[in-house]
């Protein structure tokens, strides 16, 4: 008995149904080999760039799977000095999260570079020791990339001491501009862009959207 299908007998239903079937068929080959493929374990350094808004939710976001699977998360967010967020209300009172504020604010409020920089190496004093400590499953640095774009930090100490990490550990690097050493040494970058924000025409930073 043959399996050959003849079209001229199917409605264009029919077809339709047959055309997405036979895509589907191809696309679930594709995908279950290169799942197949992927069969290397190991620590992810992410990066999540760009000038649009959502770079340290997906980070958190992060967060919470892993808290979900068991695991033990450390937090240093170096920029913001705000303690009030939704984020940190909630993570910081989870038993496996170490949560951490380290900035004295965005640079234009501090206006302050030799205070900035003394802060991002106390600050990077902290995510050291994390990086360091194979207890740690998963590592936020949220907004790491000013302190390299803008020269507060060693460079080549922050890329050393990502490249030494115990090797399970994740690592999320969020914030604008990742400085291109940063992005070669990442596993995945991911780069968000800004083609609206609610706050370019006027509205105000909502509680529990955006903080």
């Known amino acids: 008995m043959s399996d050959k299908v003849n079209l001229s007998d199917m409605s264009q239903e029919q077809k339709r149904e047959h055309y997405h079937k036979v895509r589907m068929e191809r696309k679930k080959a594709q995908i279950d ?10 620590g992810l350094l992410l990066v999540i760039t760009g000038n649009g808004k959502g770079k340290s939710t997906s980070a958190f976001g992060m967060i919470g ?46 206006q302050d ?10 600050g990077w004093a902290v995510a050291t020791k994390m990086l360091k400590d194979p207890s740690f499953d998963l590592v936020i640095l949220d907004e790491l990339t000013y302190l390299l774009s803008y020269d507060y930090l060693d460079k080549d100490v922050v890329l050393n001491t990502l490249s030494e990490r115990p090797e399970m550990q994740h690592v999320v690097v969020t914030g604008r501009s990742a400085i291109a050493d940063l992005r070669e040494l990442a596993d995945t970058v991911s780069e968000i862009k800004d083609e609206k924000h609610a706050y370019k025409n006027g509205i105000k930073a909502q509680k529990g959207i955006d903080y």
Do not use: M, P, Y
């Open 65 to 110: 799977r892993a808290l979900g699977h068991g695991k033990k998360v450390g937090v240093c967010q170096f920029i913001k000095s705000r303690t009030d967020t939704g984020e940190e209300a909630f993570f910081g009172q989870q038993d496996n999260c170490e949560w951490h504020v380290l900035g004295d604010g965005f640079t234009w409020d501090t």
């Open 113 to 122: 570079r030799t205070g900035d920089i003394a802060t991002s190496e106390r």
């Open 33 to 42: 080999a290169a799942i197949a493929r992927a069969d290397t374990e190991k």
